[in-house]
């Protein structure tokens, strides 16, 4: 996998949470830090900085990548700067539904302001900018190997990629109990999230397919879907120079309304689909009691009324696509 992204390290663990934790152990991020999160994303981003004591401030996304707003992330780089409660530290900027972000102006925000950056790959593996890969491009990368994700296993699973060899170190180190010499010389507390050599085994296989045909073959449904859909509904873009891994191809309805009948006309047609997300990050229960909103969110905030999931996998036929590219338009 290192070989395959183009990195020094790949440290495999339990799962894509572990890995985002792993490497916040590595850099001591607690608290007082403030780390920098997509509003619109799965929890796990927000959660694991949480977990370690510090304060995760939610950034806007921009509205046809669903990725992070290089924008509203300086924005409130500015204001956390500026209430001088908190000390900025961490950018974790999601390749969220497959495409990386916009790390060439992520990279520029980081190295302006001295911060690192996190990228959680865990729905990105196998997206590129140019060449570059996915998982290459934070000081510290990770992903998830669940089995929703471009290249998952039969359970769970999780990496960590750098080409830092110290952070590397110990990130062998925390994920097996703080081990040093061997796993019974332990120097500091660690945990356990090692990967299950049964999964191990099966990603072995699973990362030839997706390498050979499988990431192809998705990027061919995805093909498909913008254009029998693009007028229809509001399909997901890809930027210039940028290819995407398609975790999931969502789609913008106008309005909640539209976006909830659609979704029970496909169940009555036995289309199944997914709302990613149904609220935004800031909205959860677990942050109400943090500081963590100090930019406008509006974007994210329509998002969540609008946005569905559709079927996508690389083994769609296309029959099964026709399908639901029908039924879509039907009700649209």
Known sequence: MAAYVGVKHCITCA???????????????????????????FFASGETPAFEGAVPIFVD????????????????????????????RVIVAVDLFGQPADYPKIRRIAEKY??????????????????????????????????????????DGGAVFTDHDEWAALLRSYRIHGKGADKYDNVRIGMNSRLDTLQAAVLQVKLKAF??????????VADCYTKELQD????????ENFYSSWAQYSILLKDEEQRNGLQAYLKEKGI??????????SGQGAFAEMDCVKVDLSVTADLCQRVLALPMHPYMTEEEQEEVIREVKAYC
Not at 118 to 140: V, Y
Not at 211 to 220: I, S, T
Not at 274 to 279: E, F, S, T, V
Request: aromatic share 10%.
């Open 272 to 281: 199944p689909t997914m709302i990613y997300y149904p609220k935004p990050m």
């Open 15 to 41: 799962n894509g949470t572990d890995a985002l934790t792993l490497a916040f152990m590595v850099w001591n991020i607690g608290q007082g830090d403030a780390v920098f999160v997509p509003d619109f994303t």
């Open 211 to 220: 390498e050979e045909y499988e990431l192809a073959a998705v990027n061919e």
């Open 61 to 88: 996304v921009e509205e046809d990548t669903f990725n992070m707003s290089p924008d509203s992330l300086e924005n409130a780089i500015l204001q956390v700067k500026k209430e001088g409660k908190l000390t900025p």
């Open 114 to 155: 001295d911060l690192l950056i996190l990228e959680d790959g865990a729905q990105g593996f196998g997206g590129r900018i140019g060449e570059r890969k996915a998982c290459g491009f934070g000081d510290i990368s990770t992903t998830s190997f669940f089995p929703a994700k471009p290249l998952g296993c039969y359970g």
């Open 232 to 239: 229809a509904v509001h399909t997901p873009k890809i930027r």
